[in-house]
């Protein structure tokens, strides 16, 4: 008997799923591949929860990996986390008032740098609880606040991202569950879909020897939120994280395992578009 994952699960997660432990797939025609838009973002916010906070701030790595590819441009990203939180947790709205978030940032030096714009964020980066988007009584609340959440970014001329997050540590079937999830979830609301979870797949089956989660099964250790930034530098960004001179002190061949295995991910995903 098929599971619900895969029953929900479309051609273009079998094709991404298949992606993530190495293998060669045919994506269907209407199927496009996940890049960035014509014009990559300058800002971003990130929603989310502690999956985002650790080790320093996934965003924060993500800075620092754009500040070394491209050092002459100026980029902004913005963390409001809640520790356990799922979706619904967060006010989205409350995040856009003028004067409130984003106003204001620190440079290289620690000095506060009042910020003008017409918009406060590009996009904004969204993720649920680590189980919420297949847990029985809270996927409908993931699937409530995705398009609400999407319509309040859009209200404010934010694009929505999903970040689609990875599989403990003990319960490998999340992977194919929460890409199912967060793939439904950017086709209701035309949104784009980061495969944070699919790269901890492919890098869990090409070099297990890297760990990547924490003894608590869930959390990311150092080398599983720098796999997720690169990601991020690569599905939201566009931009390669191969060669990046930015390794958050990993050793060298790790940090090259880990940058090559998002990049191969995100140039492979596929979602409907």
Known sequence: MKSIASTVCTAACAA??????????????????????????????????????????????VGRLLSAARPHEKYRNTSATISGSGINWHDLESLFK???VGSYSFDGHNNVVFNTFDKPFDVVIIMDCSQCPIHPQLSKIFHEYAAKDSAIARRHGAEPVFFMSWAYADKPEM????AAAYLKAAADNHAKVIPAGLAF?????????????????????????????????????????VGNAYTAGLPADVAAHLQATAWETVQGFRQPI
């Open 175 to 178: 992977t194919e569950q929460l």
């Open 98 to 100: 003028p004067n409130g």
């Open 16 to 61: 991404a799923l298949a992606l993530a432990s190495g293998c060669t797939t045919t994506t269907p025609a209407d199927a496009g591949a996940h890049v960035a838009p014509a014009a990559p973002p300058k800002t971003a916010l990130w929603v989310g929860n502690s999956f985002f906070y650790y080790n320093n701030s996934m965003h924060g790595h």
């Open 201 to 241: 797949a492919r890098s869990q089956a090409l070099h297990p020897e890297v760990n990547l989660i924490i003894d608590d099964k869930r959390h990311p250790t150092l080398a599983g939120t720098y796999l997720a930034a690169c990601t991020v530098l690569a599905s939201v960004f566009g931009i390669s994280p």
